[in-house]
């Protein structure tokens, strides 16, 4: 356990435990999360006998920056941090119109998979605590820029299966006296763990639901995607219906286009057959080449007509443009170049 996997309130039980005031807590949340002081013996309001004692119970252990890069552009700054036991994650701040928005990673590595991502081809590692995930956050405001206007779950780990430090932090990063972050400015995306997207929509957080569908029909996303052998299209959709039902955010579909496997009419056909009429968004992402697996990205004017097709049909659909190629920030990619060197 770390001060940043604690609620206010847990912090606040915590110190009462252990012999602390209990409106120390909100000293505390101040520090970390409006001055982005990390260290106790900085926090001089605190007395010095409560700080040597958190010292020795909380010890602080802030990640150290690996390596660090910026995309030419200046829109994609990417960190790839080390851990305390000496694992790397990687975060990417995406700067856009309307704001900052931090991409996390949920956990060291991946199991899930997927054949055009980099995340899982060394394995999978371990989960991201709570207080992991709220450090790749808060490295970006002390070393980047501490303007934030949204977080993604989307880096490295497939979110749904680290579900209960992914649902913590979630509550953390929206405490009124933390960040208070609007669970509207959250997105998590997931391959499509159908129960916990049931129990995500019994939350009471209405973040938004992106789902990596990729595919419009079970045999093709079969081809790409091994959790397609788990979970049908059919009970993807129903559950992101659900999800809508319940929280009243609408869903995004992410499709990923790859030459040759998922930007043909055909499926562009099947796509909107499956998800017209509803209240959702796709967001079409041109794959970054995978030249391991010999996927690539399609022409323009294959992507244009698939999109066009799409939305001449009824569907609102975005196409990604996507950032931080130049500088490998897709998708697990810097994580794997470093361990692989
Ligand atoms: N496991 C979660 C979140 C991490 S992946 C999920 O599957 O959604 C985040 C997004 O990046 C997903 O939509 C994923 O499919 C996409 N992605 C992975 N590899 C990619 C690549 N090579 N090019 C473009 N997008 C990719």
């Not at 006998?49 to 200046?74: C, K, M, N, Q």
């Not at 995930?133 to 497939?158: K, N």
């Not at 996507?322 to 060197?341: D, V, W």
Request: hydrophobic share 40%; net charge neutral; charged share 20%.
């Amino acid at each position: 356990m770390t001060v940043f996997d604690m609620t206010r309130a847990q912090l606040q039980q915590f110190l009462v435990d252990h012999g602390m005031k209990r409106f120390r807590a909100d000293q505390i949340f101040h520090y970390i999360y409006k001055q982005s002081v990390f260290s106790w013996e900085d926090m001089v309001l605190l007395p010095k006998g409560d700080r040597s004692r958190l010292e020795e119970l909380l010890p602080i252990y802030f990640p150290t920056v690996v390596s660090s890069l910026e995309a030419p552009d200046g829109q994609t700054v990417k960190l790839l941090l080390q851990l305390h036991d000496g694992n790397t994650v990687e975060t990417v701040l995406m700067k856009h119109d309307y704001g900052n928005s931090v991409c996390l990673s949920s956990q060291v590595g991946c199991a899930v998979n997927c054949a055009f991502c980099a995340s899982a081809k060394n394995g999978f590692v371990r989960n991201l605590t709570a207080g992991e995930i709220m450090l790749q956050l808060l490295a970006f405001r002390r070393y980047v820029t501490d303007e934030l206007h949204s977080i993604v779950l989307m880096g490295t780990g497939e979110p749904l299966l680290n579900y209960d430090n992914v649902l913590q932090f979630l509550h953390v990063l929206h405490e009124k006296d933390g960040l208070y972050l609007s669970y509207r400015n959250m997105t998590l995306s997931t391959a499509g763990i159908v129960p916990r997207i049931y129990d995500l929509a019994d939350e009471g957080i209405p973040i938004t639901l992106a789902i990596s569908l990729h595919a419009p029909s079970d045999a093709l996303r079969r081809r790409i995607m091994p959790i397609a052998e788990t979970y049908s299209v059919a009970d993807i959709v129903r559950a992101a219906d659900v999800y809508f039902q319940k929280t009243g955010r609408k869903v995004t579909y992410e499709y990923i286009l790859i030459r040759d496997v998922t930007c043909s009419l055909s499926c562009a056909k099947e796509l909107v057959q499956l998800l017209k009429g509803k209240n959702i968004l796709v967001n079409a992402i041109p794959i970054n080449d995978n030249y391991d697996v010999g996927l690539y990205r399609p022409a323009e004017a294959d992507m244009d007509a698939f999109v066009s097709y799409v939305r001449r049909h009824g569907l609102s659909i975005t196409l990604r443009r996507e950032m931080g190629s130049q500088i490998q920030a897709a998708c697990g990619q810097l994580r794997i170049k470093r361990e692989t060197i």
